[in-house]
């Protein structure tokens, strides 16, 4: 059975990189470590700009900073794809309309690939 990831990985890569808490709030434009300590706890989502922040320091992408959180996100657009894809079925399978199914097709199908350990 695959284990599941955890919400984001930014002790691992703070580490990685030698930096402390203080260290990376001070580059993600914060007061304190305080606030770093909380999103390595999971205690606190950043926004979107801090998201980006991360990526910019640990030189990562988001998806692979925020793995878990990332994998909770798909599964969910996932299904909203699979429930809008069934709204879609009593429609005459136009152009736009065919295209449109494709669509929430591939994105409801993207979280149907096995879980990365």
Excluded: W
């Amino acid at each position: 059975m695959a284990s599941s990831r955890l919400p984001n990985y930014l002790r691992k890569h703070r580490k990685r990189l030698g930096l402390s808490q203080d260290d990376v709030a001070y580059l993600l434009g914060a007061e304190s470590g305080a606030k770093t300590s909380r999103y390595e706890r999971f205690a606190r989502e950043p926004g979107f700009r801090t998201a980006l922040a991360c990526e910019a320091v640990f030189q990562k992408p988001i998806r692979e900073l925020f793995a878990g959180l990332y994998e909770q996100i798909e599964r969910e657009v996932a299904e909203r794809a699979k429930k809008l894809a069934l709204k879609t079925n009593h429609r005459n399978p136009g152009h736009q309309t065919t295209s449109k199914r494709e669509t929430l097709k591939r994105i409801a199908a993207a979280k149907s690939k096995k879980p990365r350990n």
